[in-house]
């Protein structure tokens, strides 16, 4: 149904991953203990959870207008991260999501490529509202969310976590700041 484009905004390039990103997606963001600690917990090594991901994510891109990115830094062409918008069967809802390796921590690229994502889910994809849950605990998540324009708006129980902070962003809530933002319909030739 969709099309994965690549996103570029002012650090960064976001685009569809491919089997030649598991090493690296697995090795950066699956295998750290820190960075999948508010994450569902899954029986899996970070490679086998590497390679659901982009599973989740082809067939988010194959049946919606929406699914996920490897999120690459301009400056050093690594794998830093990942960010997606998902379908929600149980419930029809688009929920963003991401996680970054902690070399990235910090510096905003998680608002970055989220405000892109979500810029994206709103302009191209003609979504009208994106929900996303975080664990209490995981501030800096919680925080991005609010930086976008995402409110709080109830506890609920998702992935196994009990009282998980529910955030809603409606279409006309995104804060843009005039933030550089590309979408290229072809793949960049240096990425």
Not at 100 to 105: I, Y
Request: proline letters at 4%.
């Amino acid at each position: 149904m969709g099309s994965a484009p690549v996103i570029e905004t002012e650090r960064l390039i976001l685009r569809p991953p491919t089997k030649l990103d598991l090493n690296d997606w697995a090795s950066r963001i699956f295998a750290d203990p820190d960075v999948i600690r508010y994450m569902p917990k899954r029986d899996m090594t970070p490679y086998q959870r590497a390679e659901r991901a982009l599973n989740v994510y082809n067939k988010l891109w194959a049946q919606t207008p929406v699914g996920g990115w490897v999120v690459f830094s301009k400056s050093e062409e690594q794998l830093i991260g990942s960010c997606e918008i998902d379908s929600l069967d149980e419930t029809g809802e688009f929920e963003l999501g991401y996680a970054f390796c902690k070399v990235s921590w910090g510096k905003g690229i998680a608002t970055e490529a989220a405000r892109a994502v979500v810029r994206f889910g709103f302009e191209t994809a003609k979504l009208e509202r994106i929900m996303a849950v975080v664990v209490p605990e995981n501030i800096a998540s919680w925080r991005v969310l609010e930086h976008l324009g995402f409110v709080y708006e109830k506890k609920a129980n998702f992935y196994g976590f009990d009282d998980v902070a529910y955030y809603v962003i409606w279409r006309d809530q995104l804060k843009y700041y005039d933030s550089f933002y590309r979408v290229h319909n072809n793949k960049l030739s240096q990425v």
